[in-house]
């Protein structure tokens, strides 16, 4: 009885836990694509430079071995960022810059559009 008991006061804090690391592997995810876009064309290079060094020296796919490890290395900042930010207890909903995740309808900034002191108080005529 009792080991039942325990076990269900721990299961909301373990689908807490998993929640919390699916929601901070999506949000790195996207992170690495945004930012990973500029960071991505040093990369190709380094890595086209490494295809050319390995093809000379080696029997192997020189192509497999690169894209294989840049995508590995990738997969697995991305899992073990989660997993420390999980593990610290820094929840996604606590952060303030995440707030287009979680669908804050206040947006803490307005945009200001260089054409607006010029139709902002434009009336529309009635038809």
Not at 14 to 32: E, H, M, P, R, Y
Request: hydrophobic share 55%; glycine share 8%; proline share 6%.
């Amino acid at each position: 009885m009792t080991f039942t008991r325990s076990k269900a006061i721990e299961k909301p804090y373990v689908l807490t836990a998993v929640q919390s690391f699916l929601v901070w592997v999506f949000t790195l995810t996207i992170c690495l694509i945004v930012v990973g876009l500029p960071v991505g064309f040093p990369l190709a290079i380094v890595g086209s430079l490494s295809v050319a060094a390995l093809e000379m020296v080696s029997p192997i796919s020189g192509v497999l071995l690169v894209a294989g490890t840049i995508l590995s290395a990738n997969l697995l900042i991305v899992l073990l960022g989660a997993a420390f930010l999980t593990l610290k207890g820094i929840h996604p909903h606590e952060v303030t810059w995440l707030g287009w995740l979680h669908g804050d309808a206040e947006p803490i900034y307005s945009s200001t559009f260089a054409a607006c002191p010029l139709t902002c108080e434009v009336d529309q005529p009635e038809q």
